[in-house]
């Protein structure tokens, strides 16, 4: 067998003998082959570095203009108007104008960016207002000649402060996907409707046919409008608002209201922040008590942002849902002091005065306030004072009419505070003046007596003070308040079943832990007539002092929609003149059914409209007819003059002061509603009513983006 071996050697024989050289050549050949791969290479790399160089900057100015999108977004959902303005730098920010963009820098740079941010707001409903009727079709979704021309800013504000025909909305399913559309008209027209339109925000379809119109509308079309799509529904020429809703079989206790249900094609993740809107009456028409044709769901805004930083623009539209700030509102929360300034005095009590007179005056009565978050501050403050008088002559020739005011001195914790000659605030021993000056006769001794209600302004020297004390501006208002008569006024008379003495301050405050709420203030000042101690029923008034009752109602609000958490939908304040502990009969009764309205005292125990104050009171301390107690089931004593559990109230003898709130599962507020009605009936007890104040409730939150566009420049 022959060896590979012998092969081998003679291989290495032949390269020491005749290839002399070829090592050399072959690394000359790998030093060429390397030196081309190298300069590939190297110009490989150099023309990375060359793109990459704008990549990256571009990516770094995308990141920075995210950022000033973000800013923005923030501040549209979480600033007041004043905030924008402050941020604007300008003092004409306004949510009603369409035309005008406001502008703002970061204060930092973003990647060695500058990012400046912009914000528009955006005009949605497809409402022309030159053309009553017009909408977006099929074929001409967005048209060119500028049809959809938007409201100018003051014709805008009028329309949503009007509250004559009010829009709203909001989803009342997510697990069913159901949207409803509220749509409330205060009139005695009967009120044409054109088209009923809603616009639903990018991510979210309508699922077609599934409005509770069916049969009713001549059309229905979905087009595409602003960035996804609006559903709108046309009515035949005869279509009124008031056989719209008999159709609907929604017309209840005379309200004139109509809701409109459809379902969302797709399931719900989020509450989308659809905005729907009414074409009425024809342009050129008149029609009385509502002289604009159209209206819409000013709940939600919608803002137009774009950030630009470096090279990069970022473009994107912001829904936000809100209630609407109404003429009457304020935006913040509200919190009450006060107390009486007149006790039926020493030796005096239930079982020897069963009619719990009033015999002694005081010359203060200081309440203390503590329930306001800590970095809120207080922006408004208005004081009331309110009493009997035996006739208006008697007290050193002092005239407690509408045509004079009345003096009292006024105390934030311990200093005496007063305004100086402009209206300021001061630290001094000169009282203060009311402003307004209302009164109302009684006749109970047949010598001209009569109450008076008197209430000032004193928003200035709360807010001088607790600057003054803590150096901070911003102070909560948590403080120790306090008024008594000025030298030479009394505040009321004593020895009279009427006889009463006492005073409140209403404090509104705002902070960043405080949800938004919208108030309501009324303070006609009204006379509860009794029935003397006589058969039958006193009287029921009216507290908004438009009629002379039963009853009455307040409107000008809006309801928000449900808010997740929360247990109450609304509560309000009262502050009641001589409410008797011994007399029953009285109670409050908040969006009674319409068939007790003209007898409101035979609302049955039980119903949810009858209010309940927290206290308990036996019928045994009743001194005539009808004995009634005062419990969570039969509240039929409620102006008592007991304090409440835990307010801020000092003493009470003679005066209510007193909170009540409305549930959300007690289902007497509902999403959407403008107004609402109240019953004050009493039956042998008189008394006065100075003021009464409203807070609803409204939450800011993001919708989410419409569109989201992002451009190199």
Not at 160 to 168: G, S
Not at 577 to 589: K, L, M, Q, V
């Amino acid at each position: 067998m022959k060896l590979k071996f012998i092969q081998i050697r003679k291989c290495r024989k032949n390269h020491k003998s005749g290839e002399k050289g070829q090592a050399f050549l072959l690394v000359l050949i790998l030093l060429l082959v390397g030196t081309l791969i190298i300069s590939s290479t190297l110009a490989f790399i150099g023309a990375s570095i060359k793109t990459n160089g704008p990549y990256i900057s571009n990516t770094n100015d995308l990141y920075a203009a995210e950022a000033g999108v973000q800013d923005g977004e923030n501040n549209v959902l979480n600033q007041t108007v004043n905030g924008l303005n402050t941020l604007f730098n300008a003092t004409n920010y306004n949510e009603y104008d369409y035309a005008d963009t406001w502008s703002y820098n970061l204060p930092n740079q973003v990647n060695n960016d500058s990012v400046n941010v912009s914000v528009q707001n955006v005009w949605v409903p497809a409402i022309d207002d030159n053309t009553p009727g017009w909408y977006p079709t099929v074929s001409n979704p967005l048209p060119g000649d500028g049809a959809v021309t938007p409201p100018s800013q003051t014709e805008a504000s009028t329309i949503i402060n009007d509250t004559n025909l009010v829009v709203t909305g909001g989803v009342t399913s997510a697990a069913s996907k159901i949207y409803k559309l509220n749509i409330a008209y205060i009139g005695s027209v009967s009120l044409p409707i054109i088209s009923v339109g809603v616009w639903l925000p990018q991510g979210f379809t309508y699922n077609t046919g599934s409005s509770n119109l069916q049969g009713l509308y001549s059309t229905e079309q979905v087009v595409k409008w602003a960035g996804n799509e609006a559903v709108i529904w046309s009515f035949p020429s005869t279509t009124t608002f008031s056989n719209l809703q008999n159709s609907l079989g929604q017309a209840v206790n005379g309200s004139f209201s109509i809701g409109i249900t459809f379902t969302y094609a797709t399931a719900l993740t989020s509450l989308p922040d659809a905005l729907g809107w009414i074409d009425v009456t024809p342009a050129g028409t008149t029609t009385t008590g509502f002289p604009y044709y159209y209206s819409w769901n000013a709940d939600v805004d919608d803002y137009n942002i774009i950030s630009v930083a470096g090279h990069t623009q970022i473009q994107t539209y912001v829904p936000a849902s809100s209630i609407r700030g109404l003429g009457s509102a304020i935006n913040g929360d509200y919190v009450t002091a006060g107390g009486s300034l007149m006790t039926m005095g020493p030796g005096e009590s239930q079982s020897n005065d069963p009619h719990g007179i009033r015999y002694t005056l005081l010359s203060d009565d200081p309440s203390t306030v503590n329930n306001i978050p800590t970095g809120s501050s207080i922006v408004a403050a208005y004081l009331y004072w309110s009493g009997w008088l035996q006739n208006s002559s008697e007290h050193l020739g002092v005239n407690y009419g509408t045509d004079y005011g009345t003096e009292v001195n006024f105390s934030i914790n311990g200093h005496q505070v007063c305004f100086n000659g402009s209206g300021g605030y001061l630290r001094g021993s000169t009282p203060i003046t009311s402003t307004e000056n209302q009164t109302q006769p009684t006749n109970a001794t047949g010598n001209g007596d009569y109450s008076y209600s008197c209430n000032c302004d004193v928003t200035a020297l709360v807010q001088g003070e607790l600057k003054a004390e803590t150096g901070n501006a911003s102070n909560p208002g948590n403080a120790t308040y306090d008024i008594g008569p000025a030298s030479g006024f009394v505040l009321g008379d004593t020895g009279n079943e009427w006889s009463y003495a006492g005073w409140s301050l209403i404090l509104i405050y705002s902070g960043p832990t405080t949800f938004g709420h919208q108030l309501y203030l009324y303070d006609t000042f009204r006379y509860a007539a009794g029935n003397g101690g006589g058969s039958g029923n006193g009287s029921d008034i009216d507290p908004t002092g438009a009629t002379n009752g039963p009853g009455g109602v307040i409107s000008g609000f809006i309801v928000p929609q449900e808010i997740t958490g929360e247990t109450n939908a609304a509560s309000f304040t009262a502050f009641v003149g001589e409410g008797d502990w011994c007399y029953a009969g009285d109670f409050i009764a908040f969006n009674a059914p319409s068939q007790y309205w003209s007898n409101p005292w035979s609302i049955p125990d039980g119903n949810p409209s009858k209010l309940w104050d927290g206290i308990t009171l036996s019928s045994s301390i009743d001194a005539l007819p009808p004995y009634l107690p005062n419990t969570a089931s039969q509240p039929d004593n409620v102006w008592n003059t007991n304090p409440q559990p835990g307010s801020n109230i000092g003493g009470s003898d003679g005066v209510d002061i007193k909170t009540f709130y409305i549930t959300w599962d007690s289902g007497l507020l509902q999403p959407g509603a403008t107004s609402a009605r109240i019953d004050l009936p009493t039956q042998v007890d008189a008394w006065n009513l100075i003021y009464m104040i409203f807070s609803f409730r409204s939450s800011v939150t993001s919708g989410g983006p419409i569109s989201y566009l992002i451009t190199h420049r």
